[in-house]
């Protein structure tokens, strides 16, 4: 079955400092994949989709289909980046309006 | 344009009892996709509906039911409430036919007592 793996619950850096968020898959094939965010008391915000291959807020995220990997990363990170990041995945076997999310990781960035 | 918009706000209902949870997708938008969100998990997939038809289910038991009206809106009604049916419900709409990206309402926060 098709799953999404964030294995951080919690990532703590401080300012300035590189950040890593890890996103591993699972599915065979060549998948889209996409990071959504959620700041305090606001809505999940798609972040980036790695088809456009865009840089996003300084994210930047690149599919390693041999370690079926979609980790996201930001050089130097700021105060305003802390929030809930979620990783997601189509279900190919579902729906198209199925996306399989990861469990997220909450990046908190210190002053 | 607003983005999509998700009436209630809040929500507090007691077990047994129905509740009916309505959305509204961005203009031009004909998929919308229902997500039942848990305190620290990601989303998890309920519904899809498109050009009001119904395209996928998760996994929940049949308590839970939705539908599409023509202009697109949509409503998610569960039945016999349930303490474990206390979450936050997430409304999605997207282009729909080979577009995956999806974008997400403010959500309804739903209190089973």
């Known amino acids: 079955a098709q799953r999404v793996t964030q294995p951080e619950k919690l990532l703590s850096v401080f300012k300035g400092a590189p950040v890593e968020l890890k996103c591993n898959y699972s599915y065979s094939g060549s998948p889209e994949l996409f990071w959504y965010v959620q700041y305090s008391r606001q809505r999940l915000q798609l972040l980036l989709r790695h088809i456009s291959r865009e840089s996003i807020k300084g994210f930047t995220a690149d599919l390693n289909k041999g370690e079926t990997s979609f980790h996201l990363k930001k050089p130097f990170a700021q105060e305003e980046d802390s929030a809930m990041y979620y990783c997601a995945l189509p279900n190919y076997g579902g729906s198209q309006g199925n996306l399989i999310f990861g469990k997220g990781t909450k990046l908190s960035v210190k002053p | 344009d607003a983005g999509v918009t998700q009436s209630p706000t809040h929500l507090i209902k007691t077990r047994g009892q129905h509740v009916t949870l309505r959305c509204s997708p961005i203009?031009?938008?004909?998929?919308v996709s229902w997500y039942q969100q848990v305190l620290g998990q990601g989303p998890q997939f309920i519904f899809q509906?498109?050009?009001?038809?119904?395209?996928g289910r998760g996994n929940f038991p049949d308590r839970f039911s939705a539908r599409q009206f023509p202009n697109y809106s949509s409503e998610l009604n569960v039945n016999a409430l349930l303490l474990g049916d206390s979450a936050l419900y997430l409304c999605a709409s997207s282009l729909g036919q080979g577009r995956y990206e999806q974008y997400f309402g403010p959500g309804t926060r739903l209190t089973v007592t």
């Open positions: 203009s031009g938008h004909k998929s």
């Open positions: 509906y498109y050009e009001k038809e119904e395209r």
